[in-house]
């Protein structure tokens, strides 16, 4: 079965999960994609940091998520949000919301 990703691709071309994990931009990325792409088990394909992250950061704001993408819940997890991050939060959030 093939992984549809849907931020990174629109990003930096990447197409696959190996792709991503190989470019530094794309897996920076990675923790958005996680975050608003649940048609993927990214509990078993992502690498934990970028899983962690993108748990994080639903936990902190799951009702815009959930509201704007109907994405199911990921578990939540207590951490600081690195508020560096939070223009690509809103990028994303706003491209997978359209």
Known sequence: MKIKLK???KYTG???LEEAIKNRQAKELLWLEILLNDGINWQKKAPKAQFKKARI???HFKTL???LTHRRALKPISGKL???DHRK???GLYFAAA
Request: aromatic fraction near 22%.
């Open 57 to 59: 950061w639903f936990t």
């Open 82 to 84: 690195d508020y560096r």
């Open 89 to 91: 939060f809103l990028e």
């Open 7 to 9: 931020i990174i691709p």
């Open 14 to 16: 990447c197409e696959t």
């Open 65 to 67: 998520i959930t509201g």
